[in-house]
């Protein structure tokens, strides 16, 4: 396979339609390294791991084994199919081998990977003669099989942030055998927690811990996370423990090439990926292509099926907003071999075995330095050579990125975050709390002061009460749980063909700007016009359309200042960070050519506005700053939009974030502090952290942003600096060169 790679990255390279492959770059395989367990290991293990070929262990996992039997919580950071299952599966099977009441729960973000390590588990079960060591507990979980579990629990529950929120903590007390001899908690891909989801696992994780104090049981957690730059810090935040890392790997790792390519000015770099992926099955190699968007990866699947429909019955495309049973198809047929290729969003990112791959298409930087080499590692598994293709579009960091490629390489991963004290997440958490058990004074639970508040909060809103006799807060709903929707913003919807066929998914966060009336949506290759939405039903109405346009909303933003909270001098200028009240207005839509992108036209709509409160950052310029860009002939207002936009694109580079986490508004004049302003906010409900990320390394973030500005060539705005595409205003006015000028001024150049 390594000289099939070889000879495809050559062909590539030859291509008369790319002028310029910017950079090639091979990482050399690497041999394992092993180790040995100071007190062995049980011979019944010792037999079933060579049984399944694993005749010695890597260097990382004996690290891992031997702090779990010190007894301390461990998070291990090591890179994709470098054998991480082990670290948590020895120690569990283990104990429960000394110990038959042990019970262990693992959490996985996605059901793919509870059904992965279920076939892993199940072959311990049958060679170890267990009749009850594991099962899945979630909501494709049959009723009759659901109530057997809890009446009779296995050793090890595999199940999900969700079905934990909604279906074991709110019946605990069916659970109670489980809870008392709960030693181990497992949670995987600890990365994926971060922001809205990650906020709202803090609280779980509070909630869990309580029920297991409880029941008398104070289990070890057991983290796994691709590579972030806070392993330890976000697990932390996740669970309000100390954690140990592992995180030099003992994993051998295949040859690994990269090829970044710039597409030149009239090629499009949608079509080129469609060229490349075509020509990598043709030659038999396994490929996995990653976009952005999911209208990105509907028009690839599309336009492959077109330009190549021979390949069409190997190859299918993969998002969010599938229905379940889609997916499950999808990655059974990638597992078996029936697809040879591959057209996701982040969807296939995480873990679920999908099986061998031989080379990843990344169509766009996918934002941070951590997803490229989380996406790059699903091709190349179990030491087999790969090669990862960057494909640059025209935005900010990819285009930074062409420019200085090696830079890449050298460049750390982000940090992970997410807001344990976001107040609505907070709020429906400890009603879901007071409803498991009632909270009594001097409880442990409520160390953290803002708990307190927003149980007096609840109180006097009527959605709870207070005794005075047993001075405990009580519920009066006995499941607030179902209220609570854990991922995205808003309530779900459903996305239904008129005679009711269902057909997908979607947050009710997506529809202002992907599910308004009249927008274009796809589906596995197909254009449907969004007819109407049904609010009352929780229901976008399409019907299948031949389009040769996509739509893109046309919004505008507006923020009012809650409360200030903290503030930090950067040179003589005040920044400041706090809650806002952001309304967002959708004005209308623009009609786009499905092949070009040419305008075709804009059209009004009238929709009612929608209004949240979050936390943001804000800031304003002195006279100083104005008049140096007024010298200049420059423009102020072009200038404060061209730097909003920009910082929302490199702010990835310090918190785990994409551009539309985020939300900005720039102000020539803001009402509310009568001088020119600009507001970076976090796009979601209360906020999840990223912009207080960004508060505390604000001189970094800003001075790589003044460095990519100064390093595009463009004069005044172009889409590799300043341009966003998903700016409702349609990117004007921008000026580059008046947001240097700000910036300078706000770094004390």
């Keep these: 396979m390594t000289g099939d790679i070889e000879s495809f990255i050559e062909g590539i390279k030859r291509r008369k339609d790319i002028r310029d492959v910017v950079y090639h770059r091979t990482i050399e395989p690497s041999p394992p390294a092993f180790s040995e367990l100071k007190d062995g290991l049980d011979p019944l293990l010792v037999d079933i791991l060579e049984k399944q070929g694993i005749e010695r262990l890597y260097t990382h996992q004996c690290e891992a084994i031997e702090l779990l039997r010190s007894g301390r919580n461990v998070v291990v950071m090591t890179p994709t199919a470098s054998g991480k299952t082990l670290v948590y599966n020895i120690p569990v099977v283990e104990s429960i081998l000394k110990d038959s009441s042990t019970h262990a729960l693992y959490i996985f973000p996605l059901k793919g990977l509870e059904q992965d390590q279920l076939s892993l588990l199940e072959g311990f079960q049958e060679m170890l003669s267990f009749e009850n060591l594991c099962a899945i507990y979630d909501g494709d979980t049959p009723g009759y099989r659901r109530k057997k579990i809890r009446s009779s629990p296995p050793n090890i529950v595999l199940t999900n942030p969700d079905m934990l929120h909604l279906a074991i903590l709110p019946f605990h007390d069916r659970w109670e055998a489980f809870f008392r001899g709960l030693r181990y908690v497992v949670i995987d891909e600890i990365h994926t927690y971060r922001g809205v989801l990650g906020s709202h696992m803090a609280q779980i994780m509070r909630r869990l811990q309580r029920v297991c104090r409880f029941y008398g049981s104070s289990p070890m957690f057991i983290h796994l996370s691709a590579t972030i730059a806070n392993p330890v810090e976000l697990s932390r935040m996740l669970t309000g423990l100390p954690f140990t890392l592992v995180h030099r790997s003992g994993a051998p790792q295949g040859r690994r090439d990269f090829l970044f390519i710039d597409p030149p000015m009239d090629t499009s770099p949608y079509t080129l990926t469609v060229r490349i992926f075509t020509e990598a099955l043709n030659r038999g190699l396994r490929t996995i292509v990653f976009t952005k968007t999911r209208r990105v990866t509907e028009l690839i699947y599309r336009w492959l099926r077109e330009s190549a429909p021979h390949l069409s019955e190997h190859v299918s495309?993969?998002?969010?907003?599938?229905?379940?049973?889609?997916?499950?198809?999808?990655?059974?047929?990638?597992?078996?071999?029936?697809?040879?290729?591959?057209?996701?969003?982040?969807?296939?990112?995480?873990?679920?075995?999908?099986?061998?791959?031989?080379?990843?298409?990344?169509?766009?930087?996918?934002?941070?330095?951590?997803?490229?080499?989380?996406?790059?590692?699903?091709?190349?598994?179990?030491?087999?050579?790969?090669?990862?293709?960057?494909?640059?579009?025209?935005?900010?960091?990819?285009?930074?990125?062409?420019?200085?490629?090696?830079?890449?390489?050298?460049?750390?991963?982000?940090?992970?975050?997410?807001?344990?004290?976001?107040?609505?997440?907070?709020?429906?958490?400890?009603?879901?709390?007071?409803?498991?058990?009632?909270?009594?004074?001097?409880?442990?639970?409520?160390?953290?002061?803002?708990?307190?508040?927003?149980?007096?909060?609840?109180?006097?809103?009527?959605?709870?009460?207070?005794?005075?006799?047993?001075?405990?807060?009580?519920?009066?709903?006995?499941?607030?749980?179902?209220?609570?929707?854990?991922?995205?913003?808003?309530?779900?919807?459903?996305?239904?063909l008129e005679d009711g066929?269902?057909?997908?998914?979607?947050?009710?966060?997506?529809?202002?700007?992907?599910?308004?009336?009249?927008?274009?949506?796809?589906?596995?290759?197909?254009?449907?016009?969004?007819?109407?939405?049904?609010?009352?039903?929780?229901?976008?109405?399409?019907?299948?359309?031949?389009?040769?346009?996509?739509?893109?909303?046309?919004?505008?933003?507006?923020?009012?200042?809650?409360?200030?909270?903290?503030?930090?001098?950067?040179?003589?200028?005040?920044?400041?960070?706090?809650?806002?009240?952001?309304?967002?207005?959708?004005?209308?839509?623009?009609?786009?050519?499905?092949?070009?992108?040419?305008?075709?036209?804009?059209?009004?709509?009238?929709?009612?506005?929608?209004?949240?409160?979050?936390?943001?950052?804000?800031?304003?310029?002195?006279?100083?700053?104005?008049?140096?860009?007024?010298?200049?002939?420059?423009?102020?207002?072009?200038?404060?939009?061209?730097?909003?936009?920009?910082?929302?694109?490199?702010?990835?580079?310090?918190?785990?974030?994409?551009?539309?986490?985020?939300?900005?508004?720039?102000?020539?004049?803001?009402?509310?502090?009568?001088?020119?302003?600009?507001?970076?906010?976090?796009?979601?409900?209360?906020?999840?952290?990223?912009?207080?990320?960004?508060?505390?390394?604000?001189?970094?973030?800003?001075?790589?942003?003044?460095?990519?500005?100064?390093?595009?060539?463009?004069?005044?705005?172009?889409?590799?600096?300043?341009?966003?595409?998903?700016?409702?205003?349609?990117?004007?006015?921008?000026?580059?060169?008046?947001?240097?000028?700000?910036?300078?001024?706000?770094?004390?150049?």
């Design 317 to 496: 495309a993969y998002r969010a907003g599938f229905l379940p049973e889609e997916r499950r198809l999808v990655e059974g047929a990638l597992f078996d071999g029936t697809l040879r290729g591959v057209v996701t969003t982040s969807a296939l990112e995480l873990g679920v075995d999908i099986g061998g791959l031989d080379v990843c298409i990344l169509t766009g930087y996918p934002g941070t330095i951590s997803a490229t080499w989380q996406r790059s590692g699903r091709a190349g598994r179990a030491g087999r050579p790969s090669l990862t293709v960057l494909m640059a579009l025209e935005d900010a960091l990819d285009k930074y990125f062409m420019r200085h490629p090696a830079e890449f390489f050298e460049k750390s991963v982000e940090a992970a975050v997410l807001d344990r004290a976001n107040h609505p997440i907070l709020k429906a958490h400890l009603l879901c709390t007071v409803a498991e058990r009632p909270v009594a004074e001097g409880e442990e639970f409520l160390s953290e002061p803002a708990s307190r508040d927003v149980l007096e909060e609840l109180k006097e809103e009527g959605r709870l009460w207070y005794s005075r006799l047993k001075k405990t807060w009580n519920p009066k709903r006995r499941y607030p749980h179902r209220d609570v929707s854990i991922r995205g913003t808003g309530r779900p919807y459903t996305i239904v």
């Design 501 to 749: 066929t269902l057909i997908g998914e979607s947050s009710g966060g997506r529809l202002l700007r992907e599910l308004h009336p009249q927008a274009v949506y796809m589906h596995r290759g197909v254009q449907y016009l969004v007819l109407r939405v049904d609010d009352a039903r929780g229901e976008v109405i399409c019907r299948e359309a031949a389009l040769d346009y996509y739509t893109t909303p046309i919004t505008e933003e507006d923020t009012s200042i809650i409360s200030k909270e903290e503030k930090r001098e950067l040179n003589s200028l005040t920044m400041n960070h706090g809650s806002l009240a952001v309304t967002e207005y959708l004005l209308g839509y623009r009609k786009k050519h499905i092949h070009t992108g040419r305008l075709l036209g804009e059209f009004p709509l009238s929709m009612r506005p929608v209004r949240f409160d979050t936390k943001g950052l804000w800031f304003t310029l002195d006279e100083r700053i104005i008049e140096e860009i007024l010298r200049c002939g420059y423009s102020v207002p072009g200038g404060l939009h061209a730097m909003e936009h920009s910082l929302m694109a490199t702010l990835s580079l310090f918190a785990m974030c994409d551009r539309r986490d985020l939300g900005g508004v720039s102000y020539p004049l803001n009402p509310e502090l009568e001088e020119p302003a600009i507001f970076i906010y976090d796009g979601y409900e209360g906020g999840v952290g990223l912009t207080k990320r960004g508060f505390e390394v604000a001189e970094r973030w800003f001075a790589f942003t003044r460095r990519l500005l100064e390093d595009c060539p463009c004069e005044l705005a172009c889409p590799a600096c300043t341009q966003d595409p998903q700016c409702g205003n349609n990117n004007e006015p921008l000026d580059k060169r008046s947001a240097i000028v700000i910036l300078n001024g706000l770094l004390g150049v």
